[in-house]
Structures are given as C-alpha cells and as structure tokens.
Nanobody, 123 residues
C-alpha cells in the first residue's frame, strides 16, 4: 500500500507564500489522480486542487484559483502545492490524497491519504 507524507506546513503571515510537498512511498502512475484537500477546525474536509501523474492537467477549487498551483515531480514521486497571497481563511490542515478519477472534488473518491500538515495564516 502506497503511503503519502506531507510536509511544509508552518505559521505564516497574511500575504505570504508557502509550498507544501507530498511524497509517495512508491512510484505511482496513471490512472491515478493526486489531490490536495484541507480541513479547518470545526469544518468539513474540502477539495483544494488536483492533477494527474502523467498528464498536464489541473483542477482547482474556486476559493484558491489564481493563488494556488499544484505541480509534480514524477521522478521524485512528489506533488507540490504552491500557495501565494495566503489569507487567514486558508488556515487548515492540508492533506494529500490519491484517487482514480479526474476531475474529482469529493473526498470519498480518494482512497489513499496522508496524515496532513498544518498551515496557519495569522499576523
């Protein structure tokens, strides 16, 4: 079973940028989709962005479109989430996940999850 490990979360100020990483324990290729989700305290887990391992396609939630960028390094089995112009409402635990369909924003469609990394945006 592949394992996903996120890193890069920390405390930042509004307007700052931050890049999260998600490393897979083994190489994964199509037909898999890799995605980022986030969950703020007291709220449901919500979709952020997704991409396919072997296709240059991306899909974003409206709330992050234009500010966040998902990318991948297939050789390193790593998916990134570049986050710019961070806002207080971006504060959440960010999770990496693997699924089979694209585009797909429902958490139920993803079968492998990391443990998450905390991003706090506060002045």
């Amino acid at each position: 079973q592949v394992q996903l490990v996120e890193s890069g979360g920390r405390l930042v100020q509004p307007g700052d940028s931050l890049t999260l990483s998600c490393v897979a324990s083994e190489h994964t290729f199509d037909p898999y989709t890799m995605a980022w989700f986030r969950q703020a305290p007291g709220k449901e887990r919500e979709f952020v962005a997704s991409t396919r391992w072997s296709r240059d396609v991306t899909y974003y939630a409206d709330s992050v479109k234009g500010r966040f960028t998902i990318s991948k390094d297939k050789a390193a089995s790593t998916v990134f989430l570049q986050m710019n112009s961070l806002k207080a409402e971006d504060t959440a635990v960010y999770f990496c996940a693997r699924g089979s369909t694209f585009p797909e924003s429902s958490p139920q469609a993803y079968t492998v999850w990391g443990r998450g990394t905390l991003v706090t945006v506060s002045s």
